[in-house]
């Protein structure tokens, strides 16, 4: 059996894929980092199975953003009875999907629409929105989503992305009101779900003293809301594509 006729399909989570040998039909499980040394979606990638040794090709991969892929990754530890994992897992969703968005919309989104060929100017646009939010916790990182997705920031060139990263978290905590003005639906409500969320309340109960064990009915309840709200909200404000897709111009959001 040669390698071209053992494509097998992957099962994608955010860390590993795992793929069934075609030889022996072992399931092996490789790490994007460890083993396939490529954090892009697999696409095709040659492998060995780990036990009888035979190469085969894997494809199939999921190609949904970090936080998605994280946020799904938590369906399969609910069905397990990991409510503790999974209240964790969907906390960090949030937390991901804050950083991306603003990653994309303060820097990604203007360096195309700027031109798209300073790249040392890029690495300091992105160095100083790490160092602004790397010790925000989840109530300040949702602030800065919810107050620029409010005003309707878009910045059109590096110059104005600066001065926006500069400005972030100046303003004061945004009111529910403010939600609640905006004017499009479905955005408004996914929004609404957004500022009322708790799940960070969950997470933290988990972590800290407390050890708290989570009830199905409640990990499952904050799983599915936070599904509707993070999948939205994806797809209406654009946020599905990589960096690479972005600073190519292959998005005007």
């Known amino acids: 059996m040669n390698e071209a006729s053992s494509l097998v399909l992957v099962d994608s989570t955010y860390e590993n894929v795992t793929a069934p040998c075609p030889q022996c039909a072992v399931r092996n499980v490789y790490n994007r980092e460890s083993d396939l040394r490529n954090l892009r979606p697999v696409v095709r990638a040659s492998v060995a199975c780990e036990a009888c040794k035979q190469a085969f090709a894997i494809c199939g991969d999921l190609i949904n953003p970090a936080h998605q892929m994280l946020l799904l990754d938590c369906g399969p530890l609910i069905e397990g009875k990991h409510y503790m994992q999974a209240a964790l897992g969907i906390a960090q969703a949030y937390e991901v999907f804050?950083?991306?968005?603003?990653?994309?919309?303060?820097?990604?989104?203007?360096?195309?629409?700027?031109?798209?060929?300073?790249?040392?100017?890029?690495?300091?646009?992105?160095?100083?929105?790490?160092?602004?939010?790397?010790?925000?916790?989840?109530?300040?990182?949702?602030?800065?989503?919810?107050?620029?997705?409010?005003?309707?920031?878009?910045?059109?060139?590096?110059?104005?992305?600066?001065?926006?990263?500069?400005?972030?978290?100046?303003?004061?905590?945004?009111?529910?009101?403010?939600?609640?003005?905006?004017?499009?639906?479905?955005?408004?409500?996914?929004?609404?779900?957004?500022?009322?969320?708790?799940?960070?309340t969950l997470r933290n109960k988990v972590v800290h003293k407390e050890a708290y064990r989570p009830t199905r009915e409640e990990t499952r309840t904050a799983y599915e809301d936070t599904s509707r709200i993070l999948f939205g909200l994806t797809e209406e404000l654009g946020l599905g594509g990589t960096e690479e897709h972005y600073i190519n111009g292959g998005d005007d959001g």
């Not at 690495?123 to 949702?142: A, D, H, N, S």
């Open 98 to 200: 804050f950083s991306h968005y603003l990653y994309v919309t303060l820097i990604y989104r203007p360096f195309a629409r700027d031109g798209g060929d300073d790249l040392e100017r890029l690495g300091r646009l992105k160095e100083l929105v790490y160092k602004t939010i790397e010790r925000k916790t989840f109530e300040p990182m949702r602030q800065l989503v919810l107050r620029l997705i409010v005003e309707g920031c878009r910045p059109k060139t590096l110059a104005e992305a600066e001065a926006a990263i500069a400005s972030l978290g100046a303003k004061d905590s945004v009111r529910r009101a403010e939600v609640e003005a905006v004017a499009t639906e479905p955005r408004r409500t996914m929004m609404l779900g957004l500022f009322d969320t708790t799940v960070h």
